[in-house]
């Protein structure tokens, strides 16, 4: 019988299958690439290309792709064969090194928001080889980078690993002030916690709004829901624990280190939790997982719905963003240390990203925007639009001791001057997790709980990088001029906690009290939507510290944002269009032919009995009769306000005509409909119901 170490990463061209596949000139040249990034020359990539192509062949690939991460915000792959014709009739495989290295897929169906002309169709991939190439089906997938004819990156690795190597060039200069000569880079490292739901493939097919949005639209509330918290770390059902089985096989063959699994606490609600690695390789990994995921789950006759919030009213789903940054020697720079020293560049860190997260509030709020998301933030499972730090009390402690210039109570007085009296010690894990928390330090990494579970990562670590590094450049410039490094640090980490303590917060994040603290007391920025908050990535300060540092061009951001707003305006007139369907063919009709059915027993009951009062049945038909004439109106309210859409100016405008007048109309029109729901006989209502769908899976 296999063991899991017996098949893990066996499907991927990892260092093992590298060392064991290539000649040590071969392998060595390669490793500078990824750890140094050197160039590839292309001789060496030739052989790279043979020996993995060889590798894939002998484990049943017959053809590759560049797989790539364009903004649609899923995976895009191209599939071509090694096969090439012989003279003598029978084929055979090849795959070079040009053909590993650059790929030519057609760009021309992807978003572009305006970096690509109408008739450049041509875009370009090119071969990220710090994330290694895997096997999928049949298939050799190689990780590329996506750009344009014109070279701007269309895709959401190319900026993540600016990102991270503008991070790395910072976080060395800090190093190197600290005496560190030995660290050659700094990376930032991610373990993305998956949300999901499962439900059963028949039940799933019976939802046009769950097969058109990933959503429902309508659905009353099931008599049974979370109340009882009964779901949380429960039992595992036999068919879910059968999907999560199968669903660690294959992700343990593509060396994608799942970890943790239970149910969360709504019903149908899961979690998988990997372990920690690069950011590049954990988005890379985050995507896959979702695909196999939903792979899977077909497999057993389930639908894993990753959207944000499918059901209203019961909690959503999520993607904590637990990140922290290490040293290539393994060091975690946001783990307290044993000397004074040690302990002075921990809180240096710490504060970059306080300040980081301060001044950039809008850029994280922006990085986590969907239409999904925006359903779930602020709901009982989810912290809200407004962002915060959580630090713990000890911690909160050591920096209000710092910033005051008084002595720290714990064991002892110990004054703190950095660097030459000794920082007190502190345990390494002293903080509550704090799920009120958008952004809470957990001992020795920071957990971004605002994604949605459907969001790629990439986006919230392209934007959390960026703003450290900006930190990070800043204190770098003064202290590099400093005539007293160890003054310039104390005062410096003392003046960072005195600009930006407001956004420190370590109570509930879910009272009311503390939005209206947050946004007329400390001034903290409070975008609700989408369309709130996106157009101000365009905002100077946002355009200037990210082009400034590499990570985007103007041009890059100005797409980006035409894009996320698209995708918000597109995936909400889905819904709409989706709701106008339902009702027309499906929930007026079942109303009205339960309705009728009802009057018509009421007026049999009585021509056999005119005593009889049927007031059941006639108080029923009532009922039913004004939600029909509801439901009629607002109906056309929203098919009236869909039409005016066309006259928004543009995409900004067509988003905030979305948020504010078309959702709000959708949300009046399901009310009468969910109501008319709990009404109408089972045996009538045409979908699944909230408590078929939820409580499906054995």
């Not at 001044?359 to 999904?372: E, H, K, P």
Request: with cysteine; glycine share 6%; proline share 4%.
């Amino acid at each position: 019988m296999k063991t899991v170490s017996d098949y893990f990463g066996s499907m991927v061209f990892d260092d093992r299958a590298m060392r064991a596949n290539l000649s040590a000139e071969i392998y060595a040249s390669l490793r500078k690439t990824i750890d140094e990034g050197k160039e590839l020359d292309i001789g060496v990539a030739n052989a790279v290309a043979e020996a993995m192509k060889k590798w894939a062949v002998e484990r049943g690939a017959t053809h590759f792709t560049h797989w790539f991460q364009p903004l649609t915000g899923i995976t895009a792959e191209k599939h071509d064969s090694f096969i090439s014709p012989s003279p003598d009739g029978s084929i055979i495989m090849e795959f070079s090194g040009k053909e590993l290295i650059k790929g030519e897929p057609d760009a021309s169906s992807f978003p572009s928001g305006g970096l690509r002309a109408t008739f450049e169709a041509r875009g370009y991939t090119a071969w990220d080889p710090t994330s290694y190439a895997f096997i999928k089906g049949n298939t050799l997938c190689i990780p590329t980078a996506f750009c344009s004819y014109g070279g701007p990156a269309l895709d959401k690795k190319t900026p993540l690993l600016r990102s991270m190597e503008v991070l790395n060039k910072q976080a060395l200069r800090i190093l190197r002030l600290f005496g560190n000569d030995k660290a050659k880079r700094v990376v930032s490292a991610v373990g993305p916690e998956q949300e999901y739901f499962l439900i059963t493939q028949e039940m799933y097919e019976q939802r046009p709004d769950l097969r058109f949005t990933g959503r429902t639209l309508f659905g009353a509330k099931s008599p049974k829901g979370q109340e009882l918290d009964d779901h949380y770390f429960g039992v595992i059902k036999p068919g879910v624990a059968a999907f999560m089985e199968d669903l660690n096989d294959e992700l343990w063959k593509l060396g994608i280190l799942a970890k943790t699994e239970h149910n969360e606490v709504a019903p149908a609600q899961h979690e998988l939790a990997p372990i920690y690695t690069t950011t590049n390789i954990a988005t890379d990994h985050n995507q896959l997982t979702m695909e196999i995921m939903q792979k899977v789950a077909a497999k057993h006759g389930l639908v894993c719905l990753l959207h944000e919030k499918p059901f209203a009213g019961v909690n959503g789903s999520g993607k904590h963003n637990n990140w922290s940054i290490a040293t290539d020697e393994g060091q975690n720079l946001l783990s307290p240390g044993e000397t004074p020293y040690e302990n002075a560049q921990f809180l240096l860190f710490l504060c970059a990203v306080i300040k980081a997260v301060d001044d950039y509030q809008d850029l994280l709020r922006i990085s986590v925007a969907t239409a999904g998301n925006d359903h779930r933030l602020g709901a009982n499972e989810a912290p809200p639009a407004v962002i915060s730090i959580f630090l713990g009390d000890e911690l909160n402690a050591v920096l209000e001791a710092i910033e005051t210039d008084t002595p720290y109570h714990k064991a002892k007085k110990t004054q703190m001057k950095l660097g030459v009296d000794v920082l007190p010690k502190f345990n390494r894990d002293t903080t509550d997790r704090n799920r009120t928390s958008p952004f809470a330090f957990t001992g020795n990494k920071f957990e971004f709980r605002m994604l949605g579970s459907s969001d790629s990562i990439a986006c919230a670590n392209i934007m959390l990088n960026s703003a450290v590094a900006e930190s990070l450049r800043i204190y770098a410039d003064r202290l590099e001029k400093a005539a007293d490094f160890e003054t310039a640090l104390h005062d410096m980490i003392k003046k960072t906690i005195k600009d930006h303590k407001r956004i420190i917060f370590n109570g509930n994040g879910y009272d009311d009290a503390w939005i209206t603290e947050a946004t007329k007391k400390r001034g903290l920025l409070n975008y609700r939507t989408t369309a709130d908050c996106m157009p101000h990535l365009l905002d100077e300060k946002n355009v200037t510290m990210l082009t400034s540092l590499g990570v985007f061009s103007k041009d890059e951001l100005e797409s980006r944002c035409e894009i996320m707003l698209e995708n918000y305006v597109k995936s909400v007139i889905i819904e709409a269009n989706t709701m106008i369907n339902m009702v027309h063919k499906r929930i007026a009709p079942a109303i009205t032919r339960f309705t009728a059915d009802l009057a018509k027993q009421a007026s049999e009951k009585k021509a056999l009995s005119p005593d009889l009062a049927c007031s059941y049945e006639i108080e029923l038909v009532s009922k039913l009769s004004e939600l029909t004439d509801s439901i009629t109106e607002r109906t056309d309210d929203l098919e009236e306000a869909m039409l005016e859409l066309q006259n928004a100016e543009d995409i900004i405008a067509e988003a905030d005509y979305i948020c504010h007048t078309i959702l709000p109309k959708m949300n009046e029109l399901r009310i009468p409909c969910d109501r008319a729901e709990l009404l109408t006989a089972k045996s009538y209502w045409p979908f699944p119901t909230y408590g078929d769908l939820l409580f499906s899976v054995k």
